[in-house]
T-cell receptor, first 115, second 115 residues
């Protein structure tokens, strides 16, 4: 069965430190991969996506994610976090299942940036 | 920018009431979705629609129904509200795209409490 696993439910990190939020997926077919961010009391916003081409994708606010097909992973990284990065981050995959495209979300990782 | 608007940010209803949650998008998207978000469970798909008057069950449709009479509007209906339907409800929309490669655009959510 297809699934998305975010191994860490909460990640505390000090300001200006690097962070990696892990995402693994399980699928035997090709996938498209997404990271979304949810700030308090808001809906989800697209952070970045991998559709094809270069396996390293970047967002405008310094996050990057690398698609690793052999490890079926799409980990999100930032070299130096800010207080304003405190939010919940969701990994998602889009894949073909039973003749239709299905979107599957992970359970989320709550990033807490400490001063 | 795509705008997905949910009619209420907070809603309090009583057990047994019929509850309507409304969602409107302004970018002519074909696909619309309703999710519920609960701590530790991530986003779970209730229903989605890929065209006017078309609907498909998601992973947890029990106790819910939907209506899509116009392309821009997708309504979620709780036929007889119960306390276990207390949750955050998120509406999203997307283009059809090519092979599921389109991101979803989310509203800010409706926090529903059933007393």
């Amino acid at each position: 069965a297809q699934s998305v696993t975010q191994l860490d439910s909460q990640v505390p990190v000090f300001e200006e430190a690097p962070v990696e939020l892990r995402c693994n997926y399980s699928s035997s077919v090709s996938v498209y991969l997404f990271w979304y961010v949810q700030y308090p009391n808001q809906g989800l916003q697209l952070l970045l996506k991998y559709l094809s081409g270069s396996t390293l994708v970047e967002s405008i606010n310094g996050f990057e994610a690398e698609f690793n097909k052999s490890q079926t992973s799409f980990h999100l990284r930032k070299p130096s976090v800010h207080i304003s990065d405190t939010a919940e981050y969701f990994c998602a995959v889009s894949l073909l299942a039973a003749g239709t495209y299905k979107y599957i979300f992970g359970t989320g990782t709550r990033l807490k940036v400490l001063a | 920018d795509v705008k997905v608007t949910q009619s209420s940010r907070y809603l309090v209803k009583r057990t047994g009431e019929k509850v309507f949650l409304e969602c409107v998008q302004d970018m002519d998207h074909e696909n619309m979705f309703w999710y519920r978000q609960d701590p530790g469970l991530g986003l779970r798909l209730i229903y989605f629609s890929y065209d006017v008057k078309m609907k498909e069950k998601g992973d947890i449709p029990e106790g819910y129904s939907v209506s899509r009479e116009k392309k821009e509007r997708f309504s979620l209906i709780l036929e007889s509200a119960s306390t276990n339907q207390t949750s955050m409800y998120l509406c999203a929309s997307s283009l059809v795209g090519q092979g599921g490669n389109q991101p979803q655009h989310f509203g800010d959510g409706t926090r529903l409490s059933i007393l």
